[in-house]
């Protein structure tokens, strides 16, 4: 890891750690208001406001870290995490089967985590999301350790909804107890070839997948839709190269946009995220996957179905996009197309470089202060939202 290190130095001197000074007027009058009006006009009120104030008092830097969510090595806090939290201001981290040992040992690494986040060295104004795949059946991070969920394909041919509820809710449960507050599930994809999905028809889906929204929501825990637009109709793995779903809008719109589009109308956008996936739908874009998408993640997913919350990539690291696109780039091109989060789930060197690259781009002028404004006032607003 010596080389990784030496490379931390050199992006520290890069970045800088300066934090914002914010001033403040005062009006005059003929009668000067107390202490107390004073305070309690300067104090924001709403979710929104407090969302503001913070995202104001945070550097260019910070606000590229909160768009960055990876994963780390070790089953407590290290010197390489340590860095990653203090010199990128990484926003998330998500658990794997490497991270996890014991329950006890998985809260004192999330408590210890989050500490470090927020402490005098890092000095991040918010919370991390501390994030997980626990879809339930053959995606289960920690076995043993957390309750394995039943399967979706179990849980969806029992015929009764109320199920996804209750495993939603006892999965949330679970993942609080060990410091978890984000779960990367439920999977609304329609008919995948496995049994990670509810069904192959896109009510069931939406049904079992609305109240599986409903659990997480009942018991105050983060949750990601995935894989947007949906992957039920792919046929090659996206973890090693690129697949293709020639399927056209209308189909999309009859059958794999229905779950997530029931839920962005049923449920409020700071409670949940849509993970999109590496895919290529060329009735919406013929040349870029999901994930690098404007036309899926900007146009489709929040012009057409109106969603207002956290778009998240799929692992960046994943074949489908990092066999075609460097990792330097590959960031970059998630954040211009419309992703608030890129999640990078394994190499530290790969971590960086994502993080670098959305920030070469960000002092060359091709991403705006505005566009990450936009992204991390919905990170800031979940954080809020949840209490984390």
């Not at 990784?4 to 750690?17: C, N, Q, Y």
């Amino acid at each position: 890891m010596k080389e990784i290190k030496g490379w931390r130095r050199l992006a520290a001197a890069v970045l800088g750690t300066g934090l914002l000074t914010v001033g403040m007027m005062t009006g005059c009058g003929s009668q000067a208001p107390t202490a107390k009006e004073s305070a309690a006009a300067a104090e924001p009120q709403t979710l929104e406001e407090k969302a503001d104030a913070i995202v104001a008092k945070m550097t260019t830097n910070e606000k590229i870290g909160q768009m960055v969510m990876i994963g780390v090595h070790g089953t407590d806090i290290d010197d390489d995490s340590k860095a990653m939290l203090r010199q990128f201001h990484i926003g998330g981290v998500v658990y794997f089967d490497r991270n996890i040992k014991s329950q006890e040992q998985l809260k004192a690494f999330s408590e210890h985590l989050q500490a470090y986040a927020q402490g005098e060295e890092a000095q991040q104004k918010v919370p991390l999301f501390l994030g997980i795949d626990e879809e339930g059946g053959v995606v289960s991070r920690g076995k043993g350790v957390i309750p394995a969920p039943e399967s979706e394909a179990a849980i969806g041919s029992s015929g009764k909804p109320e199920l996804a509820q209750a495993s939603a809710v006892k999965t949330a449960q679970s993942l609080r107890a060990v410091g978890i507050n984000l779960n990367l599930a439920p999977v609304a994809d329609v008919g995948s070839r496995d049994s990670r999905s509810f069904a192959r028809d896109a009510k069931t889906v939406a049904l079992f997948t609305g109240k599986a929204a409903d659990g997480y929501e009942q018991a105050g825990m983060m949750y990601a839709l995935k894989h947007f637009p949906g992957i039920g109709k792919g046929t090659v793995d996206s973890h090693q190269e690129v697949s293709r779903v020639d399927a056209s809008r209308t189909t999309m719109e009859k059958e794999d946009l229905v779950p997530f589009s029931e839920v962005i109308r049923s449920h409020r956008p700071e409670n949940y995220m849509i993970l999109v996936s590496h895919l290529i739908y060329p009735c919406y874009d013929a040349s870029h996957s999901a994930s690098q998408s404007h036309a899926i993640m900007t146009e489709l997913l929040r012009g057409q179905l109106g969603y207002q919350g956290i778009i998240i990539t799929d692992d960046l690291e994943m074949g489908a996009v990092a066999n075609h696109v460097s990792m330097r780039q590959v960031g970059v091109n998630a954040v211009q197309a419309g992703a608030d989060i890129v999640l990078v789930c394994h190499e530290y060197p790969h971590e960086e470089d994502v993080y670098m690259g959305i920030k070469d781009a960000v002092d060359a002028g091709k991403i705006s202060e505005e566009r990450l404004d936009a992204s991390v006032r919905r990170i800031v607003m979940a954080k809020l939202a949840h209490s984390l």
